[in-house]
């Protein structure tokens, strides 16, 4: 079931860090003066190209391999569109909205690595597990599928030899996915873009929406992109010391997962408590960590 839109899905009392979005006080107060600094115009329809050029430069890719999403919900909507899928293999647990989209739409799907279906869906890192296939097993199945989507939504926080986005622009069966969601922690300015070779971008391109970005977005986009380096070095801090000195199962992504309770944790934030017992928690800055776990 989706959220409700009829009551407010948040509760501000703690820092929520139940959905895998980190909470990062530094970058929030970098937005901030960002935006003060803006001069933005919004008279006329928002110049997409700007992001578009934001994306080539930060990934080192052509403009004409880049398509951007409202969000990656939106963006998985025109990948699942694809006339090439005729049967999808979701490497599951994972994303849920990939299986929604696939019910919605009547496309055939298995919820597991499944050699019968023609294209693949899988996040690498994995937003549950915290896993990662390693670069050459996932060239290993595009040799298997007729097209494979891989979901780097996590991919900043994981050693950079877990990644196919290098190598996204020249494959002919390969779609990259990735997102400020996960890469900045900032969910709500629904920001998503796809990394695929020519053929590809230009059929999911065909069927966008006339504006998919406002302007007050485009005018800060180089801002956000210069800004996720040290973000994730941040946030990693926070995870090896998490790891480190508490029962974890090791993540790759921008979380962690804890084998039993800490005191004090759930006075400040809401975290996710897993059906297995494990805790899933977004990470945040060490100190607000440190404040909230140990006593003085």
Not at 81 to 87: D, S
Not at 174 to 192: D, N, P, Q, Y
Not at 221 to 228: P, Q, T, V
Request: charged share 25%.
């Amino acid at each position: 079931m989706r959220p409700t839109w009829q009551e407010s899905r948040y509760n501000d009392l703690k820092i929520n860090l139940s959905n895998n979005v980190c909470y990062d006080t530094i970058v929030l107060s970098q937005i901030d003066t960002i935006l003060k600094s803006k001069n933005f115009n919004f008279r006329q329809y928002p110049d997409e190209y700007i992001v578009y050029n934001s994306i080539s430069n930060y990934h080192n890719v052509y403009e004409k391999n880049i398509a951007i999403g409202y969000g990656l919900g939106e963006l998985i909507i025109r990948v699942l569109k694809l006339k090439q899928i005729k049967k999808i293999s979701i490497v599951s647990p994972t994303w849920a909205m990939v299986e929604v989209f696939s019910n919605i739409f009547g496309i055939e799907h298995s919820t597991k690595l499944d050699y019968s279906a023609n294209a693949l869906y899988i996040a690498n890192p994995n937003g549950l597990t915290g896993k990662c296939l390693s670069k050459t097993e996932i060239i290993e199945l595009l040799d298997k599928f007729e097209l494979v989507i891989v979901d780097e939504a996590y991919g900043e926080f994981a050693n950079k030899e877990y990644s196919v986005i290098d190598i996204a622009s020249e494959r002919d069966n390969l779609i990259v996915l990735k997102t400020l969601s996960k890469s900045l922690g900032l969910a709500g300015i629904r920001f998503g873009y796809a990394i695929s070779n020519e053929k590809t971008i230009y059929e999911l391109q065909i069927d966008r929406p006339s504006c998919i970005m406002n302007s007050m977005l485009i005018s800060i986009c180089d801002n956000l992109f210069e800004l996720i380096p040290a973000h994730v070095e941040r946030m990693i801090e926070t995870r090896q010391y998490i790891e480190e000195n508490y029962d974890c199962i090791p993540s790759h992504g921008n979380y962690v997962l804890l084998k039993n309770e800490i005191p004090n944790l759930e006075d400040t934030f809401m975290v996710k408590k897993l059906p297995n017992g494990i805790i899933r928690m977004a990470l945040t800055n060490l100190d607000i960590f440190r404040h909230a776990t140990i006593k003085n």
